[in-house]
């Protein structure tokens, strides 16, 4: 058998001795009453059942509620300090067993046990008062509050499980983001060397067929011809095992010769109220660098369109002596704008801003994203060439400062300043691609499987919770009117003593009636049923006391014809 944890001995312990300073209280108080089974008895008890509970909750709630059994059966008194043990048992039961039906077993049993005691040993109505209301409320209403801390606890416990869950999912989702990126850079990259290297072939061809060339001079160029070819099908082999196949949640969906003008005006074409100017000369952009900004621009506008149908974006190209500056800004959506998020005029993102961090970086430039002005911006820095040895991830320039990468620029167009408001595009688009938007789950059988989970378990809580507002509640109305009816009898037949010296025998009863109770007692002791009475008269019961929960003596007076013939005093216990 394992040992068990230093702290969960020192709760047992620290428990038990909770228990045992109340069972011991209880002894001193009770007088003289029988240290072996009043106080060794329950301590050993206690000993065994609370680390017990543990395992066998419902054996332990058992066994403490047997000590309250032999309170029921003690001729002094029925209470004891001993329910509170039997509290501290059940509300254990509650917080330790998930299920309802074995605990609610347990329960009845012992309020059976109760009951059947007391009628066995035939007890006062005061017995029954405590069996009935006490022992039943110190088992039933602890197993509820147990249960209801048991879902709390759960609730807890399973929303920062799925708080983890959540973040390793954000953790994977980035990451794929990067491959992702990652892999469309590289088939970038075998676009354009491909093609360099299909012409390098093309060239050697060419000199193959010069005639100044000797024949050794046609074998090398063959050889290098040859080589070359095999180098571009390994490029494409290679770039096709790291490149995802093109299907439904790739993303691809990238027009290879799209430029950012091509991007902006499929943009307003599908009524996106897009602003745009480039400024300064254009200068000669590596390819790479191209695509980089298409697919910042291309990253933004989907966002755009996504997060704030209907605002303002935009888009601002600067070209600098080494660099270029790329900054798309959308404003705050318009209460009740236009929503055409169903399609999108810039689809084929769908990487997120993880995977266009990882693909600026690669290139040598830097990405600022946050929010700006009430709306949204994303604003970059690219060099005009890619270094020889990219920038690893993490070392960027940072987003307010100026980018560190170097490169040439030669002008070669002059800048283009434009706009669009829903006008028609100033070149032919290519067809739209759908953008997906979130939509909210309002169907359990759609609803992830986190979202299912938790919502279980937050039903679990209420149910328990409304269990443990109502069970109290169903309990008080059947039990209470029970009370009452108890207390009422015992408080309306109470013959105090100074009135019962006044009582003088050979008296009517009609002289007595301002003296006496407005009835007598019906549940006497059997002792006091079984006293003999004096030959043809009829003998009425009274408590000599108010005491609800203890033991009073009873006063017994014989009539014979209305007329009192006998009294007496019976102690509350057998002689």
Not at 208 to 237: C, K, M
Not at 531 to 545: A, I, K, N, Q
Request: net charge positive; hydrophobic share 45%.
């Amino acid at each position: 058998m394992p040992l068990l944890p230093a702290r969960t001995v020192l709760g047992d312990v620290a428990l038990w001795g909770v228990l045992a300073a109340a069972t011991g209280y209880g002894f001193r108080d009770a007088g003289a009453a029988s240290p072996v089974l009043d106080l060794l008895l329950p301590l050993a008890v206690l000993a065994v059942a609370v680390p017990l509970s543990r395992r066998r909750p419902g054996a332990a709630t058992v066994l403490t509620n047997g000590l309250c059994v032999l309170g029921l059966a003690d001729s002094a008194t029925p209470a004891n300090a001993h329910v509170l043990s039997l509290a501290a048992l059940s509300c254990l039961l509650g917080a330790r067993v998930a299920a309802a039906r074995g605990p609610l077993l347990v329960l009845v049993w012992c309020l059976a046990a109760d009951v059947a005691t007391c009628a066995v040993l035939r007890v006062q109505a005061v017995w029954w008062f405590y069996a009935l209301t006490v022992l039943p409320a110190a088992l039933l209403l602890p197993w509820l509050a147990g249960r209801h801390w048991r879902g709390r606890r759960e609730l807890v416990r399973e929303g920062w499980r799925l708080a983890r869950k959540l973040e390793e999912r954000q953790h994977l989702v980035a990451e794929r983001a990067r491959l992702t990126e990652r892999a469309d850079i590289a088939a970038d990259m075998h676009d354009f060397l491909g093609h360099a290297l299909s012409l390098v072939a093309l060239r050697a061809g060419a000199l193959e067929l010069s005639p100044d060339l000797t024949d050794r001079d046609r074998t090398d160029l063959a050889e290098l011809r040859g080589t070359i070819a095999d180098a571009v099908e390994q490029l494409r082999e290679t770039i096709a095992v790291l490149h995802d196949p093109p299907g439904p949640g790739t993303g691809t969906g990238l027009h290879t010769k799209d430029t950012v003008e091509d991007l902006l005006g499929r943009a307003a074409a599908f009524g996106a109220p897009v602003r745009w100017e480039r400024c300064g000369a254009v200068p000669t952009l590596s390819p790479l660098v191209e695509r980089g900004m298409y697919r910042i621009v291309q990253e933004a506008l989907t966002n755009a369109v996504k997060h704030a149908p209907g605002s303002v974006i935009r888009v601002r190209i600067t070209h600098q002596a080494d660099r270029t500056r790329v900054s798309v800004v959308n404003a705050a959506p318009p209460a009740g704008g236009p929503a055409y998020g169903a399609e999108g005029p810039a689809a084929g993102g769908g990487r997120g801003l993880a995977g266009l961090r990882e693909r600026v970086t690669v290139l040598g430039g830097s990405v600022r994203t946050g929010p700006y002005q009430g709306g949204f911006r994303v604003a970059a820095v690219l060099p005009h060439q890619v270094p020889a040895r990219p920038r690893r991830r993490g070392a960027g320039t940072p987003a307010s400062g100026p980018g560190t990468a170097t490169g040439t620029a030669t002008g070669t167009r002059a800048w283009t300043r434009g706009q669009y408001d829903g006008s028609a595009p100033p070149s032919d688009t290519a067809a739209p691609h759908p953008v997906p938007h979130p939509a909210p789950y309002t169907d359990t059988a759609t609803a992830p499987e986190s979202a299912r989970r938790l919502a279980d378990v937050r039903s679990a809580a209420r149910r328990r919770s409304v269990a443990a507002a109502v069970a109290p509640v169903a309990a008080a109305a059947f039990f209470v009117p029970a009370a009452v009816f108890l207390a009422w009898l015992l408080t309306t037949s109470v013959l105090p003593p100074s009135r019962y010296d006044e009582l003088t025998t050979g008296r009517p009863r009609a002289e007595l009636a301002s003296l006496l109770p407005a009835r007598p007692y019906p549940f006497p002791p059997g002792h006091a049923r079984s006293l003999p009475r004096p030959p043809g008269t009829t003998c009425d019961f009274y408590r000599s006391g108010r005491d609800l929960l203890d033991q009073v003596d009873f006063y017994r007076l014989c009539w014979s014809a209305n007329t009192l013939v006998a009294k007496d005093t019976v102690p509350a216990s057998r002689p």
